[in-house]
């Protein structure tokens, strides 16, 4: 957005909000400046709005550079609005970069006898402030976690006690060794316990070390095998201060109000900047949805959203799916064509933005979400079936946001199960342009049925959006594209998918999963998922045409459940790969009737190992006989170098016998670069690469604190 090069208020740091806020730096007695907090900016262009009710321009106000530390959130509503002649900007000063953070800096450190870091937070001490995360030189450190590498395996699954009440699972049995009782603090010792596609986060009760039994303050999420303590399941231990031991590690003892550092070799205790998160949430934006009184035609533009709280509930966190129960720093509802342009938002406990209930022609666009406790933004609601049936909330449905050009990394670092871009029942939403990469869970999701219930979610646009290195081997049943329920006129389109790794099974580039239907994917590039580029669970009429799938690990392609009708249309796609991995998965077709749901024609197939290739057991001819691929060839596709990512075509090509379009990957990704991270860094929170067969191979590696390995 082109603003204005003056403001009507300013705001900054050696400011007084007894000033009129409209020079933009005091005067030379002291007698007239900027405002010192955007509170009082924001009262001022209240009363601005009050004695201009005619006003046609952008009201504006600018914020100067350096760190404004807020003692409760920014809250904006109906009052605050703008028009869409006049709408209210709240931006930074040219070329300055303002942080409004929800932390506080840690000061007062002394060296005690093992020239660790310490200093005495009396809220913590009287039991009004607790942290989990700590920022120090604008990077987040961990808690001590046990094992320093890899995983602890569940010995044996115990059954719940009386106290769980059938809601979860609240204990299982450990190897000798792994848990102690007399730990510091036992309750605040955290069990981070592994499932599928979640963690739950659970605080130690008891350790019986006799027994080997830990038992948690609270249960998991649900009785269902998804939020089970199975035999084998994976965990890890953290906040143990006896644990206590490497640079960039540190610990606060609520007990006492001790917090303790363990600095790096290159920080220095006169001149290291360290935060610690103190509000859970930044950024309101609350209009009256039963009133109809919304939250209109503001922008927020250049401004860094940073440092918001998450704390470990008493009886544990635990969540079925994509950590939906979790808020976010920035919140809206009720918010009507507002902006978001050039923000950052970094250092959050939970996810970074959420437009929930009512919000409707919003757009995000060029932000930075880096550094997320879970996902970067959830778009929309979750609601009961029974709301659905029943008409209920229909009207109060978000929908027909942008979310552009924007970057979404470094997710997950507190719950792994967060998402990139979370919609939930929303409709007409278009998610362009945007990268996202690092993070342990799904890029995309899009729905929130199981099955063919009915469902708000319809008519997303997701394109041109480079999705990449996410899952790590920490969660399984994940993709790159991850879609549920009925979603009419969704399209998938020119997107850019690779390197997508789940722990177990999973792992796939677009993935259809229960119930998904009348949905498009079309022009798709995707290649290195260790499972296959497209999978569909199950669904109904779904077409997927004119894409790339290339190196899938454990097939290509696969559909879980066989159903009657027709589940999907595979046409005019280049499938590409090597080595003994199938064509096909195992349940793609049925033996009695092979083609029976599904439609494939006028593909090509390619193992550039020149192996065989077979339709499960057939070749192409026999496989033809049944009434597929009638059309499709086996040939090489001739792309440039598809080991290196280049899938252009060369010169030959028998693509366009089939039909086949180019893809053009340079359209795909971030419309404006970005010089670095916008200068926010954060170190992995979860093992990179650890499956159970393979954490003997590391057993002669070191890591550092991070968990990263040494050279």
């Not at 009050?50 to 404004?68: F, L, N």
Request: proline share 4%; charged share 20%.
């Amino acid at each position: 957005m082109n603003i204005q090069q003056t403001a009507d208020f300013y705001v900054a740091l050696n400011g007084n909000d007894e000033w009129s806020g409209k020079p933009d730096s005091p005067d030379t007695r002291g007698s007239d400046g900027p405002f010192a907090s955007l509170a009082r900016a924001q009262k001022a262009v209240r009363e601005f709005k009050t004695a201009k009710p005619d006003i046609s321009r952008p009201i504006v106000v600018y914020v100067r550079k350096g760190t404004y530390y807020l003692n409760k959130p920014l809250c904006f509503r109906a009052e605050d609005s703008g028009t869409a002649e006049a709408p209210v900007i709240y931006a930074a000063y040219p070329n300055e970069k303002p942080v409004i953070s929800g932390g506080r800096p840690i000061t007062g450190w002394e060296k005690n006898e093992k020239g660790w870091w310490q200093t005495h937070l009396y809220e913590v001490e009287n039991s009004n402030w607790n942290f989990t995360q700590l920022f120090v030189n604008n990077q987040r450190r961990h808690r001590p976690r046990l094992p320093r590498r890899g995983y602890f395996f569940i010995a044996e699954e115990v059954p719940a006690t009386e106290k769980a009440c059938g809601k979860g699972y609240n204990r299982f049995k450990f190897n000798k060794g792994e848990l102690h009782g007399d730990w510091h603090n036992l309750t605040d010792v955290e069990v981070l316990c592994f499932h599928i596609w979640e963690m739950s986060r659970m605080r130690l009760a008891s350790v019986e070390e006799k027994d080997g039994i830990a038992t948690f303050t609270g249960s998991t999420c649900s009785t269902a095998y998804y939020a089970a303590l199975f035999k084998g399941n994976r965990f890890m231990i953290e906040n143990v201060r006896e644990a206590l031991e490497y640079p960039g590690q540190w610990y606060l003892d609520r007990t006492s109000g001790n917090l303790t550092y363990i600095s790096m070799p290159e920080e220095n205790i006169e001149h290291t900047e360290v935060i610690a998160p103190y509000l859970k949430q930044l950024l309101l934006l609350q209009g009256e949805v039963e009133q109809c009184k919304w939250v209109e035609y503001i922008c927020f533009e250049g401004l860094t959203f940073a440092h918001s709280n998450w704390v470990t509930p008493q009886k544990g966190y635990s969540c079925p799916q994509a950590e939906v129960l979790l808020d976010a720093a920035v919140y809206a509802e009720g918010m009507r064509h507002c902006r978001f342009i050039n923000c950052t938002i970094t250092h959050i406990g939970e996810y970074a933005v959420q437009f929930g209930r009512d919000c409707q022609h919003n757009l995000l666009e060029g932000c930075d979400l880096i550094d997320l406790g879970a996902g970067g933004i959830k778009l929309g609601q979750t609601y009961d079936a029974d709301d659905l049936y029943n008409g209920k909330d229909r009207q109060a449905c978000s929908n027909h946001h942008i979310v552009r050009d924007c970057l979404i990394c470094q997710a997950g670092r507190i719950h792994p199960g967060g998402v990139g871009i979370w919609i939930g029942h929303s409709g007409y939403n278009r998610i362009e342009h945007n990268e996202i990469t690092d993070l342990y869970y799904s890029g995309i999701s899009v729905g929130w049925v199981w099955g063919y219930q009915p469902s708000q979610t319809h008519h997303n646009i997701l394109k041109y959006n480079h999705i990449y290195n996410i899952g790590q081997n920490v969660l399984s049943d994940m993709g790159a594209f991850y879609m549920l329920g009925i979603s009419p006129g969704t399209i998938i389109r020119g997107n850019h998918i690779h390197d997508v790794n789940a722990f177990d099974y999973g792992g796939w580039g677009i993935y259809f999963d229960q119930g998904a239907s009348g949905i498009e994917a079309s022009e798709n590039v995707c290649y290195r998922c260790n499972g296959q580029g497209f999978h569909q669970h199950f669904g109904r009429e779904n077409l997927v045409r004119n894409n790339i799938f290339a190196f899938g690990g454990k097939s290509q392609i696969e559909r879980t459940k066989l159903e009657k009708h027709c589940s999907f249309t595979f046409k005019q796609n280049i499938v590409y790969w090597k080595g003994r991995v199938p064509l096909l998965g195992d349940n793609i077709i049925r033996q009695e009737d092979p083609s029976a749901g599904i439609v494939m024609e006028c593909n090509i197939y390619f193992n550039c190992s020149g192996l065989p290739i077979l339709f499960k057991d057939e070749t192409i001819d026999q496989w033809r006989l049944r009434g597929c691929d009638k059309h499709s060839v086996i040939a090489d596709p001739l792309f440039v170098d598809p080991e290196n990512g280049d899938f252009n075509l060369k010169p030959g090509s028998p693509a366009k016998k089939i039909g086949f379009k180019s893809i053009d990957l340079s359209k795909t990704g971030l419309l404006t670069q970005r010089s670095g991270f916008a200068g926010s860094q954060a170190v992995p929170s979860f093992p990179i690469d650890l499956r159970a067969d393979k954490v003997k191979d590391l057993t002669n590696k070191k890591f550092n604190a991070a968990g990263i390995e040494k050279d």
